[in-house]
T-cell receptor, first 114, second 113 residues
């Protein structure tokens, strides 16, 4: 298996623009997580999906952030409009079971908003 | 509420020397415990996990960790480090019935030649 695949690896955008991050989880995994990593705040869980359904989005910073999982093999995280404080590394992770005995991480998307 | 404390933000150690990275957690219920490693510009990779059973857990790359329930600790050890172990190491905990992983702040392992 190729693991969790995220695209793009790097994204530079101007403040106010829409940004879409993409994730393909490992086949057969029914749990998907979006994380944000910054120096100041460490790893933060943004949203958790189970069987394509959002279960917990309490970590989504504000209404500018939205996430979807239209099918078991694809998820997106969208920021609209983007702001410089959104600059971070965004990770997608998948897990074979709802109870998080192990999460498999993608390589991340480094987002820079200028 | 659950929390995870990694006591050292950086640990410098000479190559081939032993190392211990410390992790303490707080929880009122039974937990699963994890150590992940993050190499530069990479995602996180599972090193080892404690779910139940033997309190000494062996992982990849020669690492091991010991679960100490009375001290609520899960320290990571390696008897002899290599330059390739340079990375950031994260301790994480989850309640047994909960999907939520609570993360420590990370410890950067710096290997000195």
């Amino acid at each position: 298996d190729a693991g969790v695949i995220q695209s793009p690896r790097h994204e530079v955008t101007e403040m106010g623009q829409e940004v879409t991050l993409r994730c393909k989880p490992i086949s057969g995994h029914n749990s998907l997580f979006w994380y944000r990593q910054t120096m100041m705040r460490g790893l933060e869980l943004l949203i958790y999906f189970n069987n394509n359904v959002p279960i917990d989005d309490s970590g989504m910073p504000e209404d500018r952030f939205s996430a979807k999982m239209p099918n078991a093999s694809f998820s997106t995280l969208k920021i609209q409009p983007s702001e410089p404080r959104d600059s971070a590394v965004y990770f997608c992770a998948s897990s074979p079971r709802p109870v998080n005995t192990e999460a498999f991480f993608g390589q991340g998307t480094r987002l820079t908003v200028v | 509420a659950q929390s995870v404390t990694q006591l050292d933000s950086q640990v410098p150690v000479f190559e081939e020397a032993p190392v211990e990275l410390r992790c303490n957690y707080s929880s009122s219920v039974s937990v699963y415990l994890f150590w992940y490693v993050q190499y530069p510009n990479q995602g996180l990779q599972l090193l080892l996990k404690y779910l139940s059973g033997s309190t000494l857990v062996k992982g990849i790359n020669g690492f091991e960790a010991e679960f100490n329930k009375s001290q609520t600790s899960f320290h990571l050890r390696k008897p002899s480090v290599h330059i390739s172990d340079t990375a950031e190491y994260f301790c994480a905990v989850s309640e047994r019935s909960n999907y939520q992983l609570i993360w420590g702040a990370g410890t950067k392992l710096i290997i000195k030649p």
